[in-house]
């Protein structure tokens, strides 16, 4: 019974698609800073380029809640680069999830060069981001 209620729980947080990128998030990352000093997270994100769509999971701690803001940008590690998909902001539980549109060249590009792109998520006392983190494989 208790293998049934584990499978249930893993099976409500999966997203959809192949292979997920995913970020540690850290308010030390943030560019230009300063991020949020104790901030932290972690975001996984699925790209599904034949549905058009990105899922994504957030989970923030240590931040101003609920944020006002999470999205994936164009850029390496030194870039304050532009948004490119919006996501969900993490609630005051400081979790988010779900799945947006998203063109479907984009992602390819994101799949083909990950770390050419970040996920950063916003909050009133660090409007230009709280917690940073470049994706990864």
Not at 8 to 29: F, K
Not at 54 to 80: D, E, K, Y
């Amino acid at each position: 019974m208790t293998a049934i209620a584990l499978f249930a729980a893993t099976a409500s947080v999966t997203i959809a698609g192949g292979r997920p990128l995913s970020a540690d998030l850290w308010g030390a990352n943030e560019v230009p800073g300063p991020g949020d000093p104790d901030g932290s997270g972690w975001t996984r994100v699925t790209l599904n380029q034949g549905q058009g769509e990105v899922c994504f999971q957030i989970s923030v701690a240590n931040i101003m809640l609920p944020a006002t803001g999470a999205h994936i940008h164009r850029g390496g590690p030194t870039v304050a680069g532009p948004v490119v998909v919006a996501l969900t902001s993490p609630d005051a539980s400081g979790t988010s999830a779900g799945c947006v549109s998203a063109d479907s060249g984009l992602i390819k590009e994101i799949r083909q060069n990950p770390d050419a792109f970040y996920v950063n998520v916003h909050t009133t006392d660090y409007p230009a981001g709280a917690v940073r983190g470049q994706l990864s494989e």
